[in-house]
Nanobody, 116 residues
Framework: QVQLRESGGGLVQPGGSLRLSCAAS????????MAWYRQAPGNQRELVAH???????NYADSVKGRFTISRDDAKNSVYLQMNNLKPEDTAVYYC??????????WGQGTQVTVSS
């Protein structure tokens, strides 16, 4: 099993920045790729950013140019740098680890609120 723990959420004004962190523990050798998802009230959970073991990344169109996903394998961690935040970025952000053939692992989520 893999355990994921997010940190770094909070309240920020529009145009501000936050950096989310996700630390993995357990059977980390089974992790293939990692991702950040978010879910706003009344909405479905959506993919924000994804990073493979080789470091290839992709992003939701709504965050391209503003968010950056990165990983530090020495620290078993993945990060999401969020710049120029907008009120529509307000959501609970979840860390995700993909480890086929086993089910994905999820963190407990961290709240990000963008408001003046």
């Amino acid at each position: 099993q893999v355990q994921l723990r997010e940190s770094g959420g909070g309240l920020v004004q529009p145009g501000g920045s936050l950096r989310l962190s996700c630390a993995a523990s357990g059977s980390i050798f089974t992790i293939n790729s990692m991702a950040w998802y978010r879910q706003a009230p009344g909405n479905q959970r959506e993919l924000v950013a994804h990073i493979t073991k080789d470091g290839d990344t992709n992003y939701a169109d709504s965050v391209k140019g503003r968010f950056t996903i990165s990983r530090d394998d020495a620290k078993n961690s993945v990060y999401l740098q969020m710049n120029n935040l907008k009120p529509e970025d307000t959501a609970v952000y979840y860390c995700n680890a993909q480890r086929p053939p086993w089910p994905d692992s999820w963190g407990q989520g961290t709240q990000v609120t963008v408001s003046s």
